[in-house]
């Protein structure tokens, strides 16, 4: 009896040791992808405000709600815009998948889209700190994941990655820095470096929330190197993930029609 | 028409949109601006010519839009109310109903009824597909084209799968092209020199405009299948309707007792003709480059000939005689089918610099010297713009120019957001090139305008 319980004491020890030994052994890119699910739903209706502060502090505030769905080769997203005025209706669809991503851009006085070239996705969005690359998904096999350490950061374990684009990826970004709170796996900031290692910006999440058993970023700032006051700021006033997206809401057709 | 046009809307909009249960979405937007126009001196203007403003338009757009929750039923309606007090509108006001469509819309199948203005091909500008909607020509086109085209009542079909599309138009009621009125500046030469006959024979003429009626064999289709094949995005378009813009059959019945007898020996119709066009257009991206392409194939339209002012003589009721008897062998029009084309990219730097160059050619088929139209054959169109201050400063210009006949047009302007909402804008439109080419025909009219607009 005595050996008995000995015997189931030293046989939790022994699970336990080897799943804690286990979970440390997380791989950088098994980090990277459970960073990037969270992200990467196969269903997220949200809605964003996006305020965009120059150098001198005048700030510009826009709203929009984005429609992004997961499919077999990729993603797609649309971002329409409702706020400012002159801002009202202008769509954004992204087709994200391998071989290549197509990008269109809806304004109402015209009605009709106009794919944008790939080059463009790193231009500003909206004239903010982030560009149109930064809007859309990044997929995990894009890049090769180094996991450099754990380190504190705000009073959390983070993993410290770094991501760098494989040959052939179509991104402006050289090298990316994620720290990855490594009980939740929400990204906490994110260091981005351009072809030369020149560090970008650097996105800072202040606040993420348990929504629907799914930890969502719901407010992260983007600053860019010597930005002096100017930033960006993106809160998430609502997110849905439980509605099923229709396809046909991803589509060139549904741009041009529902603004 | 348009009474029982505005009658269907709204009952297919209550069927579709009130019995819903789910909450729907409403929301209103528009604009209201105030352009002021005034015409830009020339050296060789009359010594007694007084400046003068051309244009001076308040305009309040309103848009609205209604959906249930899950976007299957949806409602638009776009209108708008101009003020001008220089003699284009009737009474200095004019009210538009540009469009009042509604739809239902399926993951497949997407149904849409009412007033609508279309915006189909994937050039700038220039679409040689897009021939649904008539366009306002009171002002030439000093408006962009979005602004100029006129609204047609239809019903739309639209099948989708997926990253393709095929959707048919079918009018039932035609809507011409508004044009420039007689007495104004925009009016092109060619319709002067139309207008010159009638003027010169009063009280001889008689003219008559003949307009599709209202019936099914006259309905308009436009059909069109929109895809994507990898990276290269597609369209092909297919149009049976009828020419927006007129033309006109002669009738001279040379009996002097007619004329004697205070007949009216000249007959004018007035006629919009029918035909087919049949053309597609291209788009795909590389690297920072965007390039588009559109064409199409115009069957057979009646095409003017020039009329030799020496036959026109009114000195006297023998000389009108004279000049009666010198038209009845007169050729006044020869059909021909024609294409047109256009190529172009557009070229990004950032977010503040913006290019963009197109070749727009446009051919009739068998063309002869004598005949009037000049069309935009060999056009060159270029559009920059450049933004400066956060994007709160913009400046740009627009132009064209014609390699075969030298004529051009220029407007170059400057835009400054005070708010989102708020802006001001400055500006130029030149024209130049010969006296009887597209452009040069207004060289007197250029001007220069200041505009200021409330987005909400």
């Not at chain 1, 329409?80 to 991503?101: C, Y």
């Not at chain 1, 999440?205 to 700032?221: F, P, S």
């Not at chain 2, 505005?6 to 949109?17: F, Q, Y």
């Not at chain 2, 104004?184 to 002067?192: A, G, V």
Request: glycine share 6%.
């Amino acid at each position: 009896m005595k050996y008995r319980g000995l015997m189931i004491v030293a046989l939790l020890a022994l699970t336990a040791f080897i799943g804690a030994a286990w979970a440390a052994e997380l791989t950088a890119y098994q980090i990277a992808k459970k960073s990037l699910e969270l992200e990467n739903q196969p269903n997220k209706t949200s809605v964003y405000k996006m305020t965009v502060i120059n150098k001198k502090g005048q700030q510009r505030v826009y709203k929009f709600k984005a429609w992004q769905k997961e499919t077999k080769d990729g993603s797609k997203r649309l971002l329409r815009f409702f706020e400012p005025a002159d801002n009202k209706g202008i769509g954004l669809l992204s087709h994200e998948k391998k071989g290549g991503d197509l990008q269109w851009l809806f304004l109402p006085s015209y009605k009709k889209a106009r794919q944008i070239a790939s080059a463009e996705k790193s231009d500003q969005f909206m004239g903010s700190d982030l560009y149109y690359e930064d809007m859309g998904s990044k997929p995990v096999d894009d890049f090769e994941h180094a996991l450099l350490q754990k380190v504190v950061l705000e009073g959390k374990e983070c993993y410290l990655l770094e991501s760098k684009p494989k040959a052939g990826v179509n991104t402006s970004y050289g090298k990316t820095r994620t720290w990855v709170d490594t009980t939740t796996f929400v990204a906490q900031k994110m260091e981005l470096y351009d072809k030369k290692q020149n560090l970008l910006k650097t996105i800072y999440v202040r606040d993420a929330q348990l929504i629907d058993g799914i930890w969502t970023i719901k407010k992260y700032e983007a600053i860019s190197v010597n930005a002096d006051k100017a930033k960006t700021l993106i809160e998430m006033e609502s997110v849905d993930y439980k509605t099923n997206i229709p396809d046909n809401y991803l589509t060139v057709n549904f741009l041009e029609t529902d603004y | 028409m348009r009474r029982i046009g505005l009658a269907i809307i709204l009952v297919l909009a209550t069927c579709i949109i009130l019995p819903l249960p789910s909450p729907a979405e409403f929301g209103l937007s528009g604009s209201l601006s105030n352009q002021l126009r005034v015409r830009l001196l020339q050296s060789d203007m009359p010594d007694d010519y007084d400046w003068d403003y051309t244009m001076l338009m308040t305009a309040l757009d309103v848009q609205g839009r209604a959906a249930n929750e899950e976007k299957s039923a949806r409602l638009f309606f776009d209108v708008d109310l101009r003020h001008d007090p220089t003699g284009v509108f009737e009474n200095d006001l004019e009210w538009r109903f540009r469009e009042g469509y509604a739809g239902y819309y399926s993951p497949y199948v997407n149904f849409e009824m009412g007033k609508r203005v279309f915006a189909w091909g994937m050039a700038d500008e220039y679409n040689p597909t897009d021939l649904i909607n008539p366009e306002d020509y009171r002002w030439f086109m000093t408006f962009d084209r979005a602004e100029r085209k006129i609204g047609v009542y239809n019903a739309c079909l639209t099948l989708a799968y997926q990253n393709f599309y095929w959707q048919t138009v079918a009018v039932p009621y035609f809507e011409p092209a508004i044009l420039a009125a007689e007495d104004s500046d925009w009016l092109p030469w060619e319709l002067e020199g139309f207008y010159s006959i009638t003027n010169s024979f009063p009280d001889y003429v008689d003219l008559q405009v003949e307009r599709p009626d209202v019936e099914v064999q006259n309905t308009e289709l436009a059909s069109r299948i929109h895809g994507l094949a990898g990276p290269v995005e597609f369209e092909a378009v297919y149009f049976n309707g009828y020419d927006q813009l007129p033309t006109f059959d002669v009738k001279i019945d040379p009996d002097p007792d007619l004329l004697l007898s205070g007949g009216k020996p000249l007959q004018i119709f007035q006629q919009y003709q029918r035909y087919q066009a049949a053309g597609g257009s291209v788009a795909f991206s590389v690297s920072s480059f965007s390039f588009r392409g559109e064409g199409a194939y115009y069957t057979p339209r009646y095409w003017m000939y020039e009329i030799d002012p020496a036959l026109l003589s009114t000195d006297s009721l023998l000389g009108s005689l004279n000049s009666l008897l010198g038209l009845t062998d007169h050729v006044w029009r020869v059909r021909k089918p024609s294409w047109s084309a256009v190529g172009g990219f557009d070229w990004r730097q950032g977010t503040d610099l913006y290019l963009n160059l197109q070749y727009v050619h446009t051919q009739i088929i068998g063309r002869e010297p004598e005949m009037i139209d000049q069309a935009n054959e060999g056009l060159v169109t270029a559009k920059i713009q450049t933004t400066w201050l956060d994007q709160e400063l913009e400046a740009g210009a627009n132009g064209a120019y014609n390699v075969w006949h030298h004529d051009w047009y220029a407007k170059p302007y400057v835009r400054y957001k005070f708010t989102p909402e708020l802006s001001g804008e400055l500006g130029v439109q030149l024209f130049g090139g010969e006296p009887k080419s597209r452009f040069g025909d207004m060289d007197d009219n250029d001007f220069a305008y200041t505009q200021i607009k409330y987005l909400f």
